[in-house]
């Protein structure tokens, strides 16, 4: 057995997947409430996938409103190795057009209105975000993108914003000249809380537009945003199936980048100062040094 269970995080416009043997919901409940949907477990041959829709079947979830927290823990409770992320963007460079496909390996956190941490106040945890992705996941999946006729660009700075709100086109020029390459809404705190819970991630960032920096073109609106969507969707399922089929055979070892052991050396507090009624939510997060 392979024994790779990959927690697929599906944004917007992706709701399901079809075609895993076996596809059954289940629901688990966390300690940070519930997560966006039910959960649907299946297997590619010797793969397991486990799908959960970000924003909840019908996109019923802005960005902030997704129970990150809750996502997270429930694809650890269920068993995920790792976390694949499926997300929409809009492009700042013109060479990543609509349509494409980026390789997303660093973030900048512009969002305000959400929990961040597993961590806290009577349990103090820091680990290190300085590579947020995980390289082998990253390229496996860009790989999967390529065969099934995706344009895939490999690396990319992704500036997360609050939205619900698109940008501004004073925003959408400044986070050019920071050099940011994708901009969504979604992707953070998604990745911190993984690398907390010591789950590689990567996300396959699926370009929709130009944002509203680019003046030769119309600037990003909802009608536009889904017409794309709909293409890069179908596309996406179809890396899905190819990246668990590429795994049928290939024995998972950890990550190269020790992402599985990353709480060894980032817990703060001291043994006799920790809450216990912290410590009993982290069970899942953290039991593996806890």
Not at 64 to 70: G, H, I, L
Not at 198 to 213: K, S
Request: hydrophobic content about 40%; proline content about 6%; some cysteine.
């Amino acid at each position: 057995m392979s024994k790779w269970t990959i927690g697929v995080i599906g944004g917007s416009g992706l709701y399901e997947i079809d075609g895993l043997e076996g596809a059954e919901a289940f629901s688990i409940d966390t300690p940070w409430g519930a997560p966006s949907d039910p959960l649907m477990r299946g297997r590619i041959g010797d793969v397991t996938l486990v799908f959960l829709p970000r924003h909840g079947k019908g996109h019923r979830l802005t960005p902030t409103a997704v129970p990150y927290r809750a996502n997270i823990d429930a694809l650890k409770r269920a068993g995920c190795t790792d976390v694949l992320s499926i997300s929409a963007c809009g492009s700042l460079k013109q060479a990543y057009a609509p349509g494409d496909y980026v390789m997303v390996d660093q973030f900048i956190d512009r969002t305000f209105a959400r929990e961040k941490s597993f961590f806290g106040p009577g349990m103090v945890a820091h680990v290190s975000m300085a590579d947020p992705v995980c390289s082998r996941l990253s390229g496996l999946a860009g790989d999967a993108a390529e065969r099934v006729g995706a344009t895939v660009h490999r690396g990319g700075t992704y500036i997360a914003m609050e939205g619900p709100q698109f940008s501004s086109r004073a925003e959408s020029n400044l986070y050019r000249q920071w050099g940011c390459d994708v901009i969504g809404m979604t992707n953070m705190p998604e990745a911190k809380l993984a690398r907390e819970a010591e789950l590689p991630y990567a996300t396959i960032a699926m370009v929709t537009d130009y944002d509203c920096w680019f003046d030769e073109v119309e600037a990003v609106s909802v009608s536009n945003v889904l017409e794309v969507m709909r293409q890069n969707t179908e596309r996406a399922k179809q890396a899905i199936l190819e990246l668990a089929s590429g795994l049928n055979g290939v024995e998972r070892s950890p990550s190269p980048q020790g992402i599985e052991t990353c709480l060894d050396f980032a817990m703060i507090t001291a043994p006799e100062a920790r809450d216990p009624e912290i410590l009993a939510r982290l069970d899942a997060v953290a039991g593996r040094v806890l």
